[in-house]
């Protein structure tokens, strides 16, 4: 290049320099004081629940009752993804960051969809067989020009947000433990530091809570839920009041209570609000013999933000043996109660109570039912216990319990409106099976345990199930002070998915029947709705740019919920997920995709006796039911619904592995393939059996 020519360019890229410069200052980068005042810009969603109280409430009111029936699509991205996507999207200076599953992340420009960056941490296959429910990522975090995830393999990855490239990556679960943990929850960053908890409370794994440095990725403090062992460790004086709560040794069979989801902040109080997870293995017996409240699980605990020193907790199912977990989204209010303005922290845990509580001393304010309970006659106020059932502590003798492990309200966002004064979210009214499983043997390691008979003895469900609750699915809007429920929006199938309320009066859901909707904030009225091939089961955001206002939602049917639907046959959902973002007069089409769940077809003829179905039901509950549903109904993909294909190809899948890219690893290491036959005739049995059902379902 010749100098003359060197010169210009130098100019030129001066010159293009100064009008970036113009058009658009550099915006600051997203710190705490941003976020904390993310009032004053409200066309950014900044962080998870777009402020620290996680309302999930969008002061943008463009998109009104009156005109929202105008509501198109603006723009829409394949994510490529199967399986359930759970994330809402931040918005942050006109840059769209979405992770789905296999913590892939991308960025999106937002207002036409440009991808910008994508970047994927190359999480290793098998950790699908390691995860509860779902290959999930609920979230990320922005901080100082960075996006910060964490990985289902453990790893926290701070990325650079302009660019996608790693920063720094740390891994956040301690290594030779024999623990079957994953992460899947959103990291939040407050006080500059980075927290993120852990999921396996169904393999029994202990879980803690662990902060980091936002710049550096260098570990702060750990908070662990369940007391460590006493006679290796040096315990806190937190553990130590824990520690006495527990009987015998507690800390051999892992004692379950990771906290995977809910963390929030108050940024005046300094302190940090986790919701911890149910018992591990459920079952009490096994791991605390004797009972007592096995402290911290089933609470909302409150921690210093500075060095996670333990400040207060509340107990929301002392010595759980029901899966309740109390993971669910903790929400920060200031509310009028009795003629005073308390500052609480509002809750809807599995376990089927609503409770409010005042989060800067711990004081149980209010709990009331949201949903049909049969755990728990109440909660005591003055001793802010539950007054329990007491054949819930199931024996031998196999009982039905409301509600059951999926909970009345799982992981799905709420969001909360302050003009109508109410709280929206999911509920799910369900039941399950218990009893005490004399043969359970503890595994450290192993996937499920839970040391109660809840899905290993088809006969005895399919008699319970005679009698059980027909199940009831709805959005529910909640009334914190009155503690009452204002309306609520029935839906035929299970699986509808959290919340966005906008200062338009609405609430934004996507709903089971593959549609995303709007309701009024104040009545519940249906005001718009519009089929999107998907059950957009994370929440929705709002953001504005260029004076626009739009709603976005990443879709993508599956997650816990998803396996828990014994009851309701899944929606026809597209194969894959996408990204959706709708604006006022917003005329994008979606076009027809593959339906994941292909025209039902005959299943093969049976072969083999009665015995190997019943080995063969046997195998499915301890290796399938995880992912497929107690008695292969519904879950992650509805067995009874295998092409004719797939049942040619069952060996194939399930020994070879021939689906391992979808997360269907091979379970040739647990299984011989004359196992997996009878697995196979069990399941031409259950499709036989369901032959009616699922002919009339659409
Ligand atoms: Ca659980």
Redesign the pocket.
């Known amino acids: 290049m010749g100098r003359l020519l060197k010169c210009a360019a130098v100019l030129a890229g001066i010159a293009i320099f100064a009008s970036l410069a113009q058009a658009a200052a550099p915006p600051r980068p997203v710190d705490g004081a941003r976020i904390a005042n993310a009032d004053s810009e409200p066309g950014q969603w900044l962080s998870i629940g777009r402020t620290y109280d996680e309302q999930r409430h969008s002061p943008l009111k463009q998109i009104t009752t009156a005109n929202v029936k105008n509501l198109g699509l603006a723009w829409y991205a394949d994510l490529g993804s199967v399986r359930g996507v759970e994330a809402s999207p931040l918005m942050v200076d006109g840059v769209l960051y979405v992770t789905q599953p296999w913590n892939i992340t991308t960025a999106y420009d937002a207002r036409t969809g440009k991808v910008l960056w994508k970047y994927d941490p190359k999480v290793p296959v098998k950790y699908a067989r390691i995860a509860?429910c779902d290959i999930d990522a609920r979230g990320l975090a922005a901080w100082k020009g960075k996006i910060i995830q964490a990985t289902l393999d453990g790893r926290l990855i701070a990325l650079n947000a302009r660019t996608g490239k790693v920063i720094w990556s740390v891994q956040t679960l301690d290594e030779g433990t024999p623990w079957a943990y994953t992460v899947t929850g959103s990291p939040r960053v407050f006080d500059g530091k980075v927290l993120i908890g852990n999921a396996g409370?169904?393999a029994a794994a202990p879980g803690y809570l662990t902060a980091y440095d936002a710049e550096t990725g260098k570990k702060a403090w750990r908070f662990h839920v369940v007391p460590p062992n006493p006679n290796t460790t040096k315990l806190t004086k937190a553990e130590e009041m824990a520690a006495k709560t527990w009987k015998g040794e507690w800390w051999k069979i892992g004692g379950g209570g990771t906290p995977w989801d809910s963390i929030v902040y108050d940024p005046v109080a300094k302190l940090v609000y986790v919701g911890t997870?149910?018992g591990g293995p459920y079952n009490q017996v096994f791991r605390s013999p004797g009972g007592g409240d096995n402290l911290f699980l089933a609470s909302v605990v409150a921690l210093k933000v500075e060095n996670g020193d333990y400040v207060w907790h509340y107990q929301e199912t002392p010595g759980d043996q029901w899966?309740y977990?109390s993971t669910q989204p903790i929400m920060l209010a200031d509310l009028q109660i009795g003629g005073r303005l308390r500052k609480v922290a509002m809750h809807a845990p599995k376990n089927g109570f609503f409770y409010v509580i005042d989060r800067l001393t711990g004081e149980l304010i209010s709990a009331e039912k949201y949903a049909p309970v049969t755990w728990a006659e109440r909660i005591d106020l003055k001793t802010g216990r539950p007054v329990e059932n007491p054949i819930s502590r199931y024996g031998t003798t196999p009982i039905s319990i409301s509600p059951g492990?999926g909970g009345a309200h799982n992981w799905h966002p709420m969001a909360y409106n302050p003009a109508a004064g109410l709280v929206y979210f999911p509920v799910t009214f369900s039941a399950d099976i218990y009893a005490y499983d004399p043969n359970f043997k503890q595994v450290p390691g192993g996937i499920i345990q839970t040391g109660s008979h809840q899905s290993n003895m088809p006969e005895v469900r399919a008699q319970l199930r005679a009698v059980m609750p027909k199940p009831q699915n709805y959005l529910v809007a909640w009334d914190p002070v009155k503690q009452k429920e204002a309306w609520r929006v029935n839906y035929q199938r299970n699986g509808s998915g959290g919340l966005l309320s906008t200062a338009g009066n609405l609430v934004f859901q996507g709903t089971a029947d593959t549609t995303l909707a709007a309701y009024r904030a104040d009545t519940g009225a249906k005001v718009w709705e519009m089929p999107v091939q998907q059950v957009p089961i994370a929440a929705p955001i709002s953001y504005m740019l260029d004076g626009v206002q739009y709603i976005a939602v990443a879709a993508g049917y599956g997650g816990g919920r998803a396996e828990m639907a014994y009851n309701t046959v899944e929606p026809d959902v597209a194969e894959y997920g996408r990204l959706l973002v709708f604006k006022l007069g917003g005329k994008a089409v979606l076009p027809k995709v593959t339906i994941a769940n292909p025209t039902l077809e005959p299943p093969p003829r049976l072969t083999g006796s009665v015995d190997d179905v019943l080995v063969g039901g046997e195998l499915y509950a301890k290796t399938c039911s995880g992912c497929h549903g107690d008695e292969a109904r519904g879950g992650l993909k509805d067995l009874r619904r295998m092409s004719a294909q797939t049942h040619k190809d069952f060996q194939n899948i399930v020994i070879g592995g021939a689906r391992k890219e979808r997360g269907m690893l091979s379970f040739a290491d647990v299984l011989t393939p004359a196992q997996a036959e009878n697995i196979h005739r069990f399941l031409i049995k259950r499709i036989n059996d369901d032959w009616i059902e699922l002919k009339n379902a659409k």
């Open positions: 509860c409370a169904e997870g149910n899966d977990t492990r």
